[in-house]
Every structure is written in C-alpha cells, then in structure tokens.
C-alpha cells in the first residue's frame, strides 16, 4: 500500500533551521510532482514547495523563497525540506504530498491525491 511518512518537525527559536524528511513506500506506479504543503490553526492548506520528479523543475512559495529547498534522494525514495531562517510564521503542520496527475498544478492541493499525516512545526520569537 502507499505510504508517506513526515519526520523532522520540532520546535525552534526564531532565526534557527530544521530539515523535515518524507520517506515514501509503496508507490508502483508513476508520481509525477512531489510537493511540501502546510496548515496553520485556522487556515486552509497552502502549498509551500515543490518538485518534478526527475528534479529538473521546482518551485516555491513567495513565503519560502530564498529559505527554504526542495530536493529528492532518488536512491532512499525520500523528500526533504530544508528551512532556514525559520521566524514564527512558519508555524503549521507540514505535509508532503504526491501527484499522479500528469498535468499537475504545483502549489495546488486538489491535484495531490496522497498524503502523508504531517509533522508539526513551531517556531517561537
């Protein structure tokens, strides 16, 4: 069966850095567009940052831009998410996500059929 299983989330001081990982089994068929999104308390799920899955073509955020990176370890079959200067906006669950959809809109939920259960993120000031 598919998985997709977060880890890496914490808590850290504002300025400090964390590195979530997505470690994903199961997957038999083709994933076109791998994806990080988040959800703060209240607010609707947003994209944050995402990747073809050949690695040629990745986009981000406005928010994440400049902060955070994408990148896949083909081999392992795992998504990481490195974020830097972290400050208490970035506060959200973070859930990786996948699309089988070849004509994938990154950044937009509705085209992400898998998911995995998220990791929390807090960053106090």
């Known amino acids: 069966q598919v998985n997709l299983e977060e880890s890496g989330g914490g808590s850290v001081q504002a300025g400090g850095s964390l590195r979530l990982s997505c470690a994903a089994s199961?997957?038999?068929?083709?994933?076109?567009?791998w994806a990080w999104f988040r959800q703060a308390p209240g607010k609707e799920r947003e994209g944050v940052a995402a990747?073809?899955?050949?690695?040629?073509?990745?986009v981000y955020a406005d928010s994440a831009k400049g902060r955070f990176t994408i990148s896949r370890d083909n081999a392992k079959r795992i998504l990481y998410l490195q974020m830097n200067t972290l400050n208490p906006d970035d506060t959200a669950v973070y859930y990786c996500?996948?699309?089988?959809?070849?004509?994938?809109?990154?950044?937009?939920?509705?085209?992400?059929?898998?998911w995995g259960q998220g990791t929390q993120v807090t960053v106090s000031s």
């Open positions: 199961g997957f038999t068929f083709s994933v076109y567009w």
């Open positions: 990747i073809s899955i050949g690695g040629t073509r990745s």
């Open positions: 996500a996948a699309s089988v959809v070849r004509e994938t809109r990154p950044g937009n939920k509705t085209d992400f059929r898998y």
